[in-house]
Each structure stands twice: as C-alpha cells, then as structure tokens.
C-alpha cells in the first residue's frame, strides 16, 4: 500500500485524503490547525462558477459544482445546499453581459425582474430593476466538510507543523515537523498560504497575493435570505439556524484589498449596509473570523507535480468551490491515471 503524507487539513487536503482513500492509499494528514484548516475555517462557502478568470477557469469552477453533487452521493448527509445565488453586483449592460457570457459558456442564468426578485426575497429593502439567478450554484461550510471527508477517509490526523520536507536521492520521502520525522512515499501540500515556505528550499518560488479576508457572522434571524445573496455592495447568505454570513468586502472572490482596515469600522459599516437591505430586521453582529485567502500570483489555482519527484501541490482561493474536483483529478493522476485537460492550465511549472 502505497503511504501518502498530506499536509494541511482544511477543505483542500481533506478533499484529497478522501479521493485517496477510496483508491485504496494509506493517508496521513499533518497539520498545525485543527481539522478544518485555516482559510476553510473562515470562508464564505459560496460554490459557484460565475466568478471566473479564464475559460478554463469557468469550466475547473463549473465542474467544482458536479463535483460536490458527487461527494453527497458518496457521503449522503453532507449539510452541502443548492439554493441558488441572486447576482447584481453588476447592473444594466454590464449584467446582461454577464448573463450572455455566462449563457455561452453552458451555466444555467436566469434573468429576474423586479417582481420576480421581490417574490423570491420578500424581506429586501431596495429592489433592484433586473438581477441574475444562478440556479446551480450552492453553499457549503468547507471546515465543517473537511472534517466529514477526513473522517470518512479513515486517515490519520497529525497535529505538528512541517518544517522541511525530506529528501531521498531527489525525492520526497517525508517531512520533518516539530515533533520528529515522518516518513512516506509521497507528499502533498495542501498548505495554503504556508506552502511558499515549504517550496523556497527547492528554488521554487511560489508567488502568492497578500489578500486577507474577514468573515462576519450575525444574531439569528428569521428566514430572510433564501439565496446567496450578491448585491453591488455586500454579499450575504443564511444558514439554517438563522445566522447571516457575510464577507466584510464586496465582491469578496476579486477583492484587491492588501488589508482590512480597522475592524470596528469594518464591522459596523457591514452591518449597516445589512440593515439597509433588510430595513426593519434585528441585526446585530456577533461573531468574526479572520485569515487570509491562499491566492496564488495569477489568482489561478496550482496543482500537480512539485519542483521535486513524489512531491505534489494543492493550492488555490475558491477552494471551497474547488477543492473537491480538483481533488478528483489530482488523486486520479497521482495514482497512475491520465492528466486531466481540466488542470492544463493551472500547472505549477508555470512559476518555474
Ligand atoms: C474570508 C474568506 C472567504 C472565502 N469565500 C469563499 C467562497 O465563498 N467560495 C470559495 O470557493 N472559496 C472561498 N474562500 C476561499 C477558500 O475558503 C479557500 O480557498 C480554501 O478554504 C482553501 O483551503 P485549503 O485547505 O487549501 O487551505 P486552508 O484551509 O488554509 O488549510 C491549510 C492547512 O495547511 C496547514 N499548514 C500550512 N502550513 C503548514 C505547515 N508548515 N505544517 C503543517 N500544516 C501546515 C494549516 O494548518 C491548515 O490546516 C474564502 C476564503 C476566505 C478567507
């Protein structure tokens, strides 16, 4: 039986320890967080393909979304939901090109009037004239995932840090951590943005964007937010106990920002634009989560083969929408299997 080290247990090492296990490896997972990760345990959980890049981008993100459909029929009772996204955070022209882009690339949009939109989200305040719904897009809580694939997958979870990985005539056979070696036959980093620490020794330098990304989490309300909701301003959504998520920046998936700004300021200006889009409700904050967003230099996902034999990468931002597909394809290469067109784009030699 072949023995894999993956380190880091957030939605992106999870995601592969469960592939992995299914084809029949041995997996040990080695991690500083807890099972759950670090951005996983603070992202806004949005699945969906109508933010994208590229082409090849849009169809990585858009199979993303069949691949999640296919872990709740391996995992049935996975708490991953399909309420669709009401989208206008574009407006006029600017929507309706995205609506016709969006159409040709194959994804299901739905352009709503403001009758329509005032039917499907009775509690909003401002109404806009037109907006988009994306009916195949969903929500899932990628900490919460990561630990029902994780136990799942039957791997052993590790609590250490790596310091260095260990190398056997130019290949990884193992990574040294705070609390001793560990040995394998091959090792992955699904580090996130710990993992260009882990690259430099090897003369890999992996570029990664400082984009730190703030999580805000309200009282519990009654259900007024059916959607996952994206306005110009504020994206929102509600989980099923009541509570509001919602990302401190708008646009969250594109936001630019190299840093937050002070967060009383931050959070009382996100609960305001909340209570002016549902005027009349109780909202209050209750809870942050803060971490920055593991965005590589382009903004693209890296995955595949290491500057170094047996030694693999997982790295990206939308790793909630992709982790699971990109799971999918990289477990089947690694394995023996071919390499998937899917990830053509998205190599890390592309650094080199
Ligand atoms: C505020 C915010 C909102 C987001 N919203 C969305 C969204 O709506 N939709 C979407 O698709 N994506 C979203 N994302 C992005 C998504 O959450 C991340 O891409 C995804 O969680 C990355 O998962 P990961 O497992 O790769 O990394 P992480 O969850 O960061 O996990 C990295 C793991 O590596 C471990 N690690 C790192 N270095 C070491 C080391 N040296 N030794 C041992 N362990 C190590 C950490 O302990 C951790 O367990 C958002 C992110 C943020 C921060």
Excluded at 38 to 64: D, Y
Excluded at 229 to 240: F, G
Aim: with cysteine; hydrophobic share 45%; proline share 8%.
């Amino acid at each position: 039986m072949t023995r894999t080290l993956i380190i880091g247990a957030g939605i992106t090492g999870a995601a592969l320890a469960f592939q992995l296990s299914r084809r029949g490896e041995a997996v040990t997972i080695v991690s500083t967080h807890a099972e759950g990760g670090l951005a996983s345990a603070a992202s806004f959980g949005w699945l969906n393909a109508s933010f994208f890049l590229s082409h090849p981008h849009f169809h990585l993100r858009h199979e993303g979304l069949a691949a999640h459909r296919r872990l709740m029929d391996q995992l049935p009772g996975l708490p991953t939901t399909w309420p669709g996204c009401l989208w206008y955070e574009a407006t006029g022209e600017a929507q309706a090109e995205t609506a016709a882009d969006l159409r040709e690339l194959g994804y299901s949009v739905e352009t709503l009037t403001r009758a329509q939109i005032a039917a499907k989200l009775p509690a909003l305040g401002p109404v806009p004239e037109t907006a988009l719904f994306f009916a195949e897009e969903g929500v899932a809580d990628p900490a919460t995932l990561a630990r029902a694939l994780i136990a799942a997958s039957g791997a052993q979870v590790v609590r250490a840090t790596v310091q260095a990985l260990t190398l056997d005539a130019g290949r990884a056979t193992g990574v040294l951590t705070d609390i001793g070696p560990l040995s394998a036959d091959r090792v992955i980093l699904a580090t996130g943005t710990g993992t260009p620490a882990l690259l430099q020794p090897f003369g890999y330098s992996l570029p990664m964007l400082k984009r730190p990304g703030l999580m805000l989490t309200t009282n519990t309300l009654p259900p007024i937010c059916p959607v996952v909701l994206a306005t110009p301003d504020q994206e929102v959504r509600q989980d099923e106990k009541g509570h509001l998520h919602v990302p401190a920046s708008a646009g969250h998936h594109g936001d630019h920002a190299e840093s937050l700004g002070a967060f009383p300021v931050v959070i009382n200006a996100t609960i305001q634009r909340l209570r002016a889009l549902f005027p009349g409700q109780e909202i209050h904050f209750a809870h942050q989560a803060m971490a920055m967003r593991p965005v590589p230099g382009d903004g693209l996902p890296v995955v595949g083969q290491g500057p170094v034999a047996g030694l693999w990468l997982a790295v990206m931002h939308s790793g909630a929408t992709l982790a699971p597909v990109v799971a999918e394809l990289l477990a089947a290469e690694i394995t023996g299997g071919p390499e998937s067109p899917l990830l053509a784009e998205f190599r890390p030699a592309r650094f080199q």
